[in-house]
């Protein structure tokens, strides 16, 4: 399987999942992305098409607590900021959107970080 298939693949399931998640100013989205290296999170209000929080691996209060932890930990890490973030703007329950990626490794990581914040879903 080549690597455009793949992400081809991932596309089309994305498709499939957004048809039925949508994020309202009560309850948003959170969208989830990975790299190979990083992931990235955001929750959305899809109402009016804006990030109300995000939260990667990339940022540098983030990298700190990062160093030399295993990328599914770095991913539950990212999903606790998201949701002190998330808490500190009224935020409390959101929608999850694995975007295509099987919901299992560093997606449920993200998850179950983010459950641990505070956030329900």
């Known amino acids: 399987m080549g690597e455009k298939d793949r992400r081809l ?24 992305f990975r ?3 990083h992931i990235y999170a955001q929750v959305i209000d899809d109402t009016i098409g804006h990030t ?3 939260a990667s691996t990339l940022e540098p209060e983030i990298r700190e607590q990062i160093v030399g932890l295993r990328k599914t930990d770095q991913a539950r890490v990212v999903g606790k900021v998201l949701a002190a973030r ?7 329950k959101v929608v999850f959107d694995r975007a ?10 993200l998850a179950d970080g983010a459950r641990e914040g505070g956030l329900d879903f």
């Open 9 to 32: 693949g991932r596309l089309r399931r994305k498709k499939h999942v957004r048809k039925k998640v949508f994020g309202t100013p009560e309850r948003p989205r959170l969208n989830v």
């Open 35 to 37: 790299s190979l290296r």
């Open 52 to 54: 109300l929080v995000a």
């Open 86 to 92: 998330a808490l500190a703007k009224g935020i409390t």
């Open 100 to 109: 295509g990626y099987k919901y299992h490794g560093r997606v449920k990581a």
